[in-house]
């Protein structure tokens, strides 16, 4: 195999992932950010390094610190802060491994981290702990995953996930999704990812002649926390998806300072729509080590999730979900008392 290490054969998304920022001095210099904050800044960026791409960092308001888009990937001394009901694992992610990278907690669909690369860090992710390294199934270890796979014949959805999938180059995805037609009951792929909303680029003939060709029904669901992370590249990245027949749905975790706000949410259901990608989920923020600052308590949730159910036709309204260790699927969240059977 050739080893492409020249720029000048990269594909433009490649360059564009390589040009992420890393750290949190170039952060600050290039949005105008406070000197008072480095410091701490840097102690979290230890923790979780620091990540922004060109595209996203280009929607980012230069000299305000309270951005919802900065708030996302900006490391703080919060992130310091011992909060008992926050672990490194809080979605018992460890325990459902059944294959190195394979992750089998649901009927019908299991969950393959294929890589541990993002395009972007997230400051409230749950995976800000994961041990990738031991656990992702990388290339020389996808045969354990697809053995798992073809052994297991109720599993009709295989699902790419975070890392971040779209961060794989065409010739890996391209071979692990031949992997899989080569499983007759194997009927869907979804991928969830943040590339094209961060690196619309990614988003090009390569990918999407892939989609175009493959006999399994292509799901994209995409991470869109903020209306304003949705620029005219997405909506082009997109538009092309959706002719490549992709169904796109967005989920989005419901953040403290970033989307907690049904002004914000409504308007991120009608600027996905523009974007033509339907709502998914909006989740309770997993309660992740280094992350109690982004919480949302579950009675303003519900609070802004029935704002939502008022204002938007059903079809633009998430459903209110949170991850519970052990649990059959993604749980709704109702009020105390509610019966769970009228949701
Ligand atoms: C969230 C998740 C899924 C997908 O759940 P859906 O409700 O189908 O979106 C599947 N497997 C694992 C391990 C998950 O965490
Ligand atoms: S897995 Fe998703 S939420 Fe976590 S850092 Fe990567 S892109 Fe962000």
Redesign the pocket.
């Known amino acids: 195999m050739i080893h492409r290490t020249d720029a000048a054969r990269q594909a433009p998304w490649q360059v564009e992932f390589a040009a992420a920022i890393r750290d949190p001095e170039t952060l600050a210099r290039v949005l105008g950010l406070p000197d008072t904050w480095l410091v701490a800044a840097q102690r979290a960026h230890k923790l979780f390094p620091v990540r922004v791409p060109p595209a996203y960092l280009a929607r980012i308001r230069p000299g305000d610190p309270e951005d919802p888009l900065l708030r996302q990937v900006l490391p703080l001394d919060l992130e310091e802060v011992f909060q008992p009901q926050f672990s490194k694992d809080p ?1 018992g ?1 460890l325990a ?1 491994q059944v294959a190195p990278g394979v ?4 009927e019908g ?3 393959l981290t294929a890589t541990g690369a993002c395009a972007i860090h997230c400051r409230y992710c749950f995976r800000r702990h994961f041990p990738y390294a031991q656990a992702h199934a990388a290339r020389d270890r996808w045969a354990a995953a697809i053995a798992h796979l073809a052994a297991d014949r109720s599993i009709r ?1 295989v ?1 790419l ?1 975070g890392g971040d999938p779209l961060t794989l180059n065409d010739d890996k995805l391209a071979g692990l999704m031949d992997a899989l037609h080569g499983l007759p009951h194997i009927k869907r792929l979804r991928l969830h990812t943040r590339v094209p909303v961060v690196i619309p680029n990614r988003v090009d003939d390569g990918l999407l002649g892939l989609f175009d060709e493959t006999p399994l029904g292509v799901v994209m ?1 995409l991470h869109i926390n903020h209306p304003r992370e949705i620029d005219d590249a997405v909506v082009r990245a997109c538009a092309r998806l959706r002719s490549a027949r992709v169904t796109l749905l967005n989920q989005a975790v419901l953040l403290a300072g970033v989307n907690d706000d049904a002004d914000v949410l409504a308007g991120l259901s009608e600027r996905t729509f523009e974007a033509g990608i339907l709502p ?2 909006l989740h309770m923020l997993d309660r992740v080590e280094g992350a109690a600052h982004f919480a949302v308590d579950t009675a303003r949730a519900l609070g802004l999730w029935e704002a939502l159910r008022i204002r938007l036709p059903g079809y633009l309204v998430p459903r209110l979900v949170r ?1 519970e260790a052990g649990a059959a ?2 749980v709704p969240v109702v009020a105390v008392g509610a019966d769970p059977g009228c949701w």
Do not use: M
């Not at 992750?103 to 649901?106: E, G, N, Q, T």
């Open positions: 979605v992610d459902a992750l089998h907690k649901y669909r299991v969950l959805e699902i996930s669901v998914y989920y991850e699927a993604k």
